[in-house]
């Protein structure tokens, strides 16, 4: 089944430890998108590929960063993770930017822990 | 203000009962709308999309979308106990942006 996957599921990192989430799809779409969600809040997007170009949220802290070496797989980098950070990170693709492409499909989610 | 704005809840309806869950947007050249569930501590998963005014069913739900008031709601008729968890309504302009989410309860 055509999908999107994350790994890990679950993440213990301590504080100021960088970390590295992955995202994999075989959906074969033009569009990856990174999310944070804090618990009770709306998914917050970070940023997103829009096949390689990248497209960085103004109020996206410097501290994370993103890699897409290729249309499946794409890279949420933390690189000194704060305890603000704890949260569920959300890998989110769709087949393309114009309009009727855009509905995004969500993998599983990563759940991030800074002690 | 918000862009996109929902009623936290929580929204609590017996089994069985319509549960009706609104959403309001700010940017009015909006122009695609998606009705997400979430259950707790999993990722959203899409239930709906609508592009045009008026309503859009799809077996138990229906998505209302009305571009000149700037809402679009769902309606869950027969409403289940496995329907409890949050709703995000999110809005796509330029990117795609989510609610805050409605919570629903279904009591059995």
């Known amino acids: 089944d055509a999908m999107v996957i994350q790994n890990p599921r679950y993440q213990v990192t301590q504080f100021g430890k960088p970390v590295t989430l992955s995202c994999s799809q075989t959906?074969?779409?033009?569009?990856m998108y990174w999310y944070q969600q804090k618990s009770s809040q709306a998914p917050k997007l970070l940023f997103h590929y829009y096949d390689k170009d990248f497209n960085n949220e103004a109020d996206t802290p410097d501290n994370f960063q993103s890699r897409r070496p290729n249309t499946s797989f794409c890279f949420l980098d933390i690189r000194s993770p704060g305890l603000g950070d704890t949260a569920m990170y959300l890998c989110?693709?769709?087949?393309?930017?114009?309009?009727?492409?855009?509905?995004?499909?969500f993998g599983p989610g990563t759940r991030l822990l800074v002690l | 203000q918000k862009e996109v704005e929902q009623n936290s809840g929580p929204l609590s309806v017996p089994e069985g009962a319509i549960a009706s869950l609104n959403c309001t947007y700010s940017d009015r050249v909006s122009q695609s709308f998606f009705w997400y569930r979430q259950y707790s501590g999993k990722s959203p998963e899409l239930i709906m999309s609508i592009y045009s005014n008026g309503d859009k069913e799809d077996g138990r739900f229906t998505a209302q979308l009305n571009k000149a008031s700037q809402y679009v709601s769902l309606l869950i008729r027969d409403s289940q106990p496995s329907d409890s968890a949050t709703y995000l309504c999110?809005?796509?302009?330029?990117?795609?942006?989510f609610g805050a989410g409605t919570r629903l309860t279904v009591k059995p």
């Open positions: 999110a809005v796509i302009s330029n990117d795609m942006r």
């Open positions: 989110a693709t769709s087949r393309d930017l114009g309009q009727g492409y855009q509905t995004q499909y």
């Open positions: 959906l074969n779409h033009n569009v």
